[in-house]
């Protein structure tokens, strides 16, 4: 039964985080509460009040009662009216603040879940539960409290001067009640379900909105607008489906309980007309009876809208308890060991992997050493376990059999946030947000950083001059994502930004699209300077690079198959000489780079 929604499994699943999100706005709560209760307490006192009217006044010509009773009838409302002010103010604030709260609760959360998460849900999604069901649950709390309470009390209250006017009347009214139950509950159910489908619903327009924007150059690329725009119609449909369904559900009970009301005056007036013209039931009995029957209707239709509230806030309270019941990443921990740098270097020994939630190994058995200061290379078919491999350092996933060890340590004994301080990523995809390049090359730093050093950092990775020639300089905004610039350019702003941060480690996740040949050679300068000091591990895709490292590890399928220098694997008749001439046929490595 919804009234009981403290039995709803849902809310049984969420009781533990409410209870924390109320108790600091507990106070503003009672407040509404007990202000909510001197308004139910005035309203029920009308049709008291209405009696004696008629019945003083009227009947009995009482002409001492002409000044007290219609005071006593302004002085109800007026009190109502300030306690229902009071109340629905301390109630909307509690809400506000508490769901302010949670949204601050839930995007700390969001941002420290472990690596793995973010790829099984979809960006849309998750924003959609930060605002659509924050905002859902603000209101559906403000508003259920006020319509539970209030509502509930008057309903109580009013049914109170009911009886007191004429238990015998009430009676009558009762056989009503389930023709007034059924609907709501009917409703209710329905209410729960299509606010589910909203809430998805608007998570997939989100999800798809997001998606679009970020790969607005591959849509426009293959002139994929149209399909784009069908299938943007199709969820903006769908939400908007759902929604309609909900309005009509949750509109239809106001008339059906209005049409109840009316039913419910004109059963009074049938039993009771009767009893007034043969003097046994007095005229002001009757017409406070009346008014009370329709007095119920507001409140019950608020209690009704109450139950769809609830509903409505249970859907969107358990799709951000969904996110909060996944434990956060903890990148720090009081036991866990902090490192400043690599000093011996790495060894991953007999590493085994596989992505949460599937069935086949990403690595499988893996060892091999990387000493400190050295320059490796890993080589291999597209996934063949390169990524994951270089994922495994920062602890962005943790391996599922063997054991990395950095300088001797256990990798798992060391501290993320540590271990990502001293490892420096520049990825195929530089991340850059759409603020000045500055702001981009400081981000995420906490120090100070001198003008000269950060000039000095974009020398080093042969940026500075492409950036002063912008029109403002280091103060030029990069727009969304980097648009603004050249994919050499961002290359180069990533390996400035590795300057400035100077970690021990440098993984490099070289981009398999070709840069211009003049870029080619400013991204190989500058990687030249920003690797010297530095143990390098590149995932290479350009024989230039592979021909630099000291060791080449040559993946496939997971498996670590060949080891050793460019020169001495191709000397032999190795997997990896037959992968590179495969490489050089098809076009993917240009074979002048050998000679
Ligand atoms: N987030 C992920 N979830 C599930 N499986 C993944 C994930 N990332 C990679 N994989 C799978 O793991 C295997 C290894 O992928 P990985 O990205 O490490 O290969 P790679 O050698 O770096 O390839 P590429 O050169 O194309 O980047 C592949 O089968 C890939 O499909």
Known sequence: MTFFFWKDPAYIRIRPYFHGWVRPYRGKLIGG????????????????????????????????????LPFSFFLLFALKGLAVFYQNYLLRIAALQMVNDVRKTLFSHLVSLPMGYYGREGTGSLMGRVTYDAERLQSGVANTLRDLVQQGFTIVGVLGSMIVMSPRLTLFLMVMLPAVLIPIRK??????????????????????LSETLSSIRLIKGVVSEELEKEKFKAFSDEFVGAQIKTAKYSNLLSPIMETLGALAAGIAVWAGGYAVIKGTLSFGTLVGFIAAAQMLYQPIKGFAGAQ?????????????????????????????KTITALREGIEFRHISFAYPGTESSALDDVSLSIPAGS??????????GKSTLANLLPRFYEPTKGEILWDGMPLSEIAPASLRSVIGFVTQDVVLMNQSIRDNLLYGLTREVPEEELIAAARTAYAHDFISALPKGYDTRVGERGIFLSGGEKQRLALARVVLRDPSLLVLDEATSALDSESEWVVQKALESVMKGRTTIA???????IRQAQTVFVLEKGRLIESGSHEELMRTDSRYKSFILHLMRTGEMVPEEIL
């Open 33 to 68: 509460i007990l202000l909510g209760f001197v308004a139910s307490a005035m309203t029920s006192g009308v049709p008291l009040v209405l009696k004696q009217l008629i019945d003083r006044i009227f009947t009995e010509k009482n002409t001492h009662f002409l000044f007290i």
């Open 375 to 384: 320059f490796v290379a890993l080589v291999g078919a597209s996934g063949s």
């Open 539 to 545: 995932i290479a895709h350009r024989l230039t690079t």
């Open 308 to 336: 769809a509230d609830i509903q409505q806030s249970l859907a969107a309270a358990e799709r951000i308890v969904d996110i909060l019941a996944v434990p956060e990443e903890r990148v720090t921990s009081p036991g866990a």
């Open 187 to 208: 409703t209710g159910k329905k209410l729960k379900t299509l606010s589910r489908r909203t809430q998805e619903s608007f998570g997939d327009v989100n999800q798809h």
